[in-house]
């Protein structure tokens, strides 16, 4: 049978104690230090991460606002030279219309010099057909028949001269 005896359950009631005292000091406090230290370990590598990821952001943001000023430079780039394109154009247009309107003014200048010296050799041929036909009409006698053929003569010699 059993039997309980008051001694028997206060001296197992300190050891137990003891026991628990003992496991505490030596078994769960280490274990609880290590969890603390992993419990600190990992606080700090999720910080360091998010810390990270910040600092990824803060670099993405920078990043992409470099992006954003190439390309308004790029763009300001290609305006400028669509405008200086543009200049060019209308410069090469401006000379090709300031050519065209000399060699026009170069060929009316040139036609008008033609035309006068032209007229100047009607003028001097017309002068030697009057010097010719009055010289010939005073060697004959004044008739208006004869006056007629003299002409007509005398324009087949002009046309076979030339």
């Known amino acids: 049978m059993l039997s309980f005896s008051l001694g028997n359950i206060i001296f197992q009631l300190v050891v137990m104690i ?3 005292i003992f496991v505490t000091i030596i078994g769960v406090r280490p274990v609880v230090s290590v969890m603390e230290k992993r419990k600190k370990y990992i606080n700090n590598q999720i910080d360091g991460a ?4 910040q600092d990824a952001e803060a670099y993405l943001a920078e990043q992409k606002a470099e992006v954003e000023r190439i390309r308004e430079e790029a763009h300001g780039i290609i305006e400028q030279a669509k405008s200086q394109a543009n200049a ?3 410069s090469i247009i401006e000379a090709a219309k300031n050519r065209s309107d000399l060699l026009i003014k170069d060929a009316n200048e040139e036609i008008s010099l033609e035309k006068e010296k032209a007229i100047a050799a009607i003028r001097d041929e017309v002068a030697d057909l009057s010097v010719l036909l ?3 009409v005073l060697e004959k006698e004044i008739n208006p028949k004869d006056y007629s053929t003299e002409i007509d003569q005398l324009i087949k010699q002009v046309g076979n001269q030339r």
Do not use: D, F, P
Not at 50 to 53: D, P
């Open 134 to 136: 009055a010289s010939k």
């Open 88 to 90: 060019e154009a209308k």
């Open 50 to 53: 998010e810390k990270n990821r």
């Open 18 to 20: 003891l026991l628990m």
